[in-house]
């Protein structure tokens, strides 16, 4: 992974990374993109990718090459590359807030992010898939894009109307549910063609990736008194599928960590989960969402609820 012929300038190494699950392949996210590393621009051909004929290489590099074109192409019009195929917006940093963590630099998939001796964040946009996973990661909240932000997320979930326990014209619960636009919410929609059920005190909203949920948006919704919020992403692990790499991973992780907060407000870690699904298990998705609206409603409504 660190052959001097691919000797890039990241901050995660000079190479392509090594997830150790693609066999010691490179980082092709198999599923969606079989060319696609971690390096935007940078297309894993042949036996590099997987093992292969010299014929089957031949017709692999020509579709690399084919990609590596496409990427030119939206590079030059300030383009995003797949999967946000097209999106012309870019992390926007407030600066005069910035903390120098490094969350944002460590947790970016794609070594987007550098920083500089202080630990200040240096974007280098044409590396950028607008995933979001840095919003998601700054305790700050200092960072945006144009059509996507703390505060617009933040005005969808603070919209969604909660009914008291006086209120009797609808169920007193109300559920928030994150989801992934990438698969999850695709299966979603499935579920919804197939004229599935599921608990209807449950509230979508579709987020770019998991990896940008920021633990703002679920301590605002249990504050205005949603009795739980659960996640849905991507399969992460060895059979990965998240679009951005390790979205869904970086999620659960944030999960687990809010339960301490949860805790020191007198509400129990149980009502915020996290739940992966591919989008060809759809089937499985009513019965995610009511195994949680269960547990939940089996720890009664939110305290918050009124306030």
């Known amino acids: 992974k660190d052959d001097p012929v691919v000797n890039l300038a990241y901050r995660q190494g000079p ?3 090594d997830n150790d699950i693609f066999g010691q392949y490179a980082d092709s996210n198999y599923i969606c993109f079989p060319y696609e590393t ?3 621009g940078i297309y894993a051909a042949g036996a590099i990718r997987r093992a292969m004929t010299i014929e089957e ?8 090459a084919l990609k ?9 019009r ?5 999967p946000r195929s097209g999106d012309t917006t870019y992390p926007d940093f407030f600066f005069q807030r910035c903390t120098q963590c490094k969350r944002c630099t460590v947790e970016c998939p794609f070594g987007a992010l550098d920083d500089d001796e202080r630990g200040t964040p240096k974007a280098n946009p044409t590396r950028c898939r607008r995933c979001g996973t840095c919003m998601g990661a700054c305790p700050e909240r200092i960072i945006s894009f144009a059509d996507y932000t703390i505060d617009s997320i933040g005005s969808q979930v603070k919209a ?5 326990e006086d209120d009797y014209d609808e169920p007193p619960l109300r559920f928030l549910a994150l989801i992934c636009e990438n698969d999850a919410f695709p299966a979603l929609d499935m579920v919804g063609m197939n004229r599935q059920d599921y608990s209807p005190d ?13 633990t703002i948006w679920i301590k605002d919704a249990l504050a205005q008194g949603m009795d739980g919020v659960i996640l849905i992403g991507c399969k992460h692990g060895d059979d990965y599928q998240c679009h951005f790499v390790k979205g869904s991973e970086l999620a659960e992780i944030r999960v687990k960590k809010i339960g301490d907060a949860l805790s020191s407000l007198a509400l129990e870690e149980e009502r915020v989960a996290f739940a992966e699904v591919a989008i060809d298990e759809y089937d499985k998705l009513p019965q ?5 609206v269960e547990e939940v409603d089996a720890l009664g409504p939110n305290p918050f609820k009124g306030f």
């Open 288 to 292: 995610i969402i009511n195994d949680f």
């Open 202 to 214: 449950v509230r979508f909203i579709p987020v770019r990736c998991l990896g940008s949920v920021n």
């Open 15 to 17: 190479g392509f990374r």
């Open 68 to 76: 590596a074109i496409q990427c030119v192409e939206s590079a030059n």
């Open 160 to 164: 969604i109307g909660v009914p008291s």
């Open 57 to 64: 290489s031949m017709e692999d590099a020509t579709g690399a």
């Open 38 to 40: 971690q390096r935007t």
């Open 78 to 82: 300030g383009m995003a590359v797949h």
